[in-house]
């Protein structure tokens, strides 16, 4: 494990949270395609609907790290496998008293600053329910295209989590 410093940012002063470097991008979480320039990642957990777990935020924090050294690459289009976009934090991680999950707030500021000030454009493309994480992923896109059934949630203002 490698550990990185958050630049300061959205109130974070320079918090650390531990990084485990991944080689390849796991099919189970994350689809990847690249052609005529365009990068696609697909959040691939339609079951749970693209609910992000800790080991999904990591991969897409390097993947994005990776795209931004890659030349060919000069957009970026993320988007959802199955009904829903991004339903947001996989709440079933919620409550584990383990070192990732500390870390887990760090990780969801630094992927929407990353993809807030990444230098090649990201195009959300917007398939169905984006709430929590994935309506503020939304936010930091360059550009959005929802279909007729995207649908943005705030779910956390209900679970008294906001």
Avoid at 92 to 103: A, L, R, V
Wanted: with cysteine.
């Amino acid at each position: 494990m490698v550990t990185y410093s958050i630049t300061p940012a959205a109130g974070v002063n320079g918090e650390t949270y531990i990084k485990t470097r991944i080689s390849e991008v796991n099919p189970k979480s994350l689809l990847f395609e690249k052609k005529d320039g365009v990068a696609v990642i697909t959040l691939n957990r339609p079951e749970k609907l693209n609910a992000l777990n800790h080991r999904m935020r990591l991969e897409f924090l390097d993947l994005l790290d990776a795209l931004a050294a890659d030349d060919e690459v000069r957009v970026i289009v993320v988007t959802g496998a199955g009904r829903a976009f991004c339903a947001g934090a996989d709440i079933g991680e919620f409550g584990k008293e383990d070192e990732e999950s500390s870390q887990d707030h760090l990780i969801a500021i630094d992927t929407v600053r990353k993809i807030y000030e990444h230098e090649k454009p990201i195009i959300g493309a917007i398939n169905g329910a984006a709430a929590g994480d994935g309506a503020q992923w939304m936010l930091a896109f360059d550009l959005n295209v929802a279909s007729e059934n995207a649908k943005l949630a705030w779910p956390a203002t209900r679970l008294g989590l906001a």
